[in-house]
């Protein structure tokens, strides 16, 4: 099976624009989880979509948005871009079945605001 | 609230040495417990999970690891290092109980000594 990916794998943005990540889940898998990972706060859970809903958020402002497809691809949008937004910015995919509980993640899209 | 702690932000080995890289958690009820390991500029790869059963898991890479409720750690343990497995390891826990995200810790970066 071919792993999760996501696009573009690297970004360059100014303050004030605003982008948008995609992630391709393993085939089969339903749930789609985002993270957040920088040098100083660690990997911070962005949001989680289960069969096109949102299933749990985490604590990160509005500007931060997602969606998810039915076909379990998902993006996340950021608005207004800040500085602090430069990040390694991590897909994970999970087929949420019992006993199948792994997150499988993606090699990452790198954002960088400049 | 759920918590991960990773006590030691670097691990240094030589190659052949065993290793151990710590981690205690803290949720309620009996957690689902991951390792994770990230190479630089890469996604998080899944070496092993804790869910039910023997103490001691077995995951890839020669890694186990060896749950312990009464410490409520689940360290991650190799018999003989090698300078490949230099990276920065993660531990995660996820309670059983509905739809939770995962909970990461800071993480440990293993440098093995050739």
């Known amino acids: 099976k071919a792993g999760v990916t996501q696009t573009p794998r690297y970004l360059i943005k100014t303050r004030g624009q605003q982008v948008t990540l995609s992630c391709s889940p393993i085939?089969?898998?339903?749930?789609v989880s985002w993270y957040q990972q920088t040098p100083g706060q660690g990997l911070q859970f962005l949001f989680e979509y289960f069969s096109e809903t949102q299933r749990n958020k985490g604590n990160f402002p509005g500007r931060f948005s997602g969606r998810q497809f039915s076909n379990s691809r998902s993006e996340m949008n950021v608005s207004t871009l800040e500085l602090g937004d430069s990040a390694l910015y991590l897909c994970?995919?999970?087929?949420?079945?019992?006993?199948?509980?792994?997150?499988?993640f993606g090699p990452g899209t790198r954002l960088l605001v400049l | 609230a759920q918590s991960v702690a990773q006590p030691e932000d670097q691990v240094n080995v030589a190659e052949g040495n065993p290793l151990t890289v710590k981690c205690t958690y803290s949720v309620s009820g009996n957690p689902y417990l991951f390792w994770y390991v990230q190479y630089p500029n890469r996604g998080l790869q899944f070496l092993l999970k804790?869910?039910?059963?023997?103490?001691l898991v077995k995951g890839s890479y020669g890694f186990e690891a060896e749950f312990n409720k009464s410490q409520t750690s689940f360290h991650l343990k190799k018999p003989s290092a090698l300078v490949s497995d230099s990276a920065l390891y993660f531990c995660?826990?996820?309670?059983?109980?509905?739809?939770?995200?995962?909970?990461f810790g800071k993480g440990t970066r293993l440098s093995v000594i050739a």
């Open positions: 804790y869910i039910t059963g023997d103490n």
């Open positions: 995660a826990v996820r309670p059983r109980s509905g739809n939770t995200p995962l909970v």
């Open positions: 085939s089969g898998h339903r749930s």
């Open positions: 994970a995919s999970s087929s949420d079945r019992v006993g199948q509980e792994t997150q499988y």
